[in-house]
């Protein structure tokens, strides 16, 4: 496959004083490339250590244990085994060398029951996850309200408008097996997609593995690595904020390359209401510039997305 540039992407820093020069930063990043990284999130790192830790220890759990919580068909929360999700509709491979738990909302949702492994098996797990989950969900709101800005809109746009009443955050453990022998040119950890939401907010262990496509269309395509930066998250748009910026933001390729060693990463996937219909800010169309995409609410949106994924 070969060697692949650094991306150098930029880093905003959620704690700048100077909010309009952060979110005039923010929009070039996401015209240009549509991922960044972010410092400053009210993350410690301790609490990204236990969280790998936990992480670690329910993939090391027998197979048997994890399928007690697989995913049902109606459902996008718990356990995916591997090859289960296809991310590149045009493969002909059966599917992602990846297995991961998702963990829905921790308010009460009528679309996502969270399934949670034994305490005896893992006292420490759902503790740590929820805690994760509450801290990493306000660190999404604190970048929406900046990306809000970005698109010359109040930052309490989105507040305002009820779309995050609740907000409904999808909170994915990663886990790539090391073995090589799960690879080969088509086979990857994660193949060549792009997010369906607004965006997503990852945190890793450090093994590199991703790498972005800036140019979709271009054959062949070009693939850049995303470096670690110790203390930094790495944020990407995805085809919802795409979609409402009306192609203004750019929702990027990306994939997983196999390193021959294990990799873990941890992934919020942060969508607004359920219900919220979704189209064209205001701020992103003109008379010379009309919408591009019809209004559609966001299940509808997700549903037609994840059934493409996993099969209907």
């Known amino acids: 496959m070969g060697e692949a540039s650094a991306a150098n992407l930029p880093i905003i820093d959620l704690l ?39 992480s670690e220890r329910f993939f090391a759990l027998p197979l048997e244990e994890k399928m007690k919580l697989k995913r049902k068909e109606v459902e996008l929360t718990g356990y995916t085994p591997l090859y289960s999700e296809k991310l590149d509709h045009s493969l002909t491979t059966k599917g992602d ?6 963990i829905g909302p921790l308010h009460d949702s009528m679309c996502h029951e969270n399934q949670w492994p034994s305490e005896e098996l893992l006292p420490n797990w759902r503790p740590t996850i929820e ?16 990306l809000a800005l970005s698109v010359n809109l ?24 090391g073995d090589k022998n799960y690879h080969n040119e088509e086979v990857l950890g994660a193949s060549a997609h792009s997010d369906y939401g607004m965006l997503t907010i990852l945190a890793t262990d450090g093994v590199p593995g991703l790498q972005v496509c800036r140019e979709k269309d271009r054959q062949p395509r ?59 800010l205001e701020t992103c169309c003109s008379e010379s510039n009309p919408p591009r995409f019809p209004p559609i609410r966001v299940i509808d949106y997700l549903k037609q997305r994840f059934e493409l994924a996993y099969g209907a």
């Not at 509450?134 to 929406?144: A, D, F, N, V």
Request: charged fraction near 25%.
């Open 16 to 54: 700048a004083s100077d909010k309009v020069s952060t979110a005039a930063t923010l929009r070039k990043a996401c015209i240009d490339v549509g991922f960044f990284y972010i410092v400053n999130h009210g993350i410690d790192k301790e609490l990204l250590k236990r969280l790998f830790e936990e």
């Open 97 to 102: 060398p990846k297995e991961s738990i998702n």
């Open 131 to 146: 805690e994760y989950h509450r801290k990493i969900l306000s660190t999404g709101k604190s970048l929406l309200s900046l």
């Open 154 to 177: 109040d930052e309490g746009y989105f507040e305002n408008l009820g779309a995050l009443d609740p907000a409904m955050p999808m909170l994915r453990l990663l886990h790539y097996p």
């Open 222 to 280: 070009i693939w850049q690595d995303v470096l670690d930066i110790e203390g930094a998250l790495i944020v990407n748009i995805g085809d919802m904020f795409e979609r409402l910026t009306n192609c203004l933001f750019r929702s990027t390729l990306h994939r997983v390359l196999p390193r021959g060693t294990e990799r873990y990463s941890v992934a919020l996937f942060l969508d607004i209401r359920y219900d919220f219909t979704v189209e064209c």
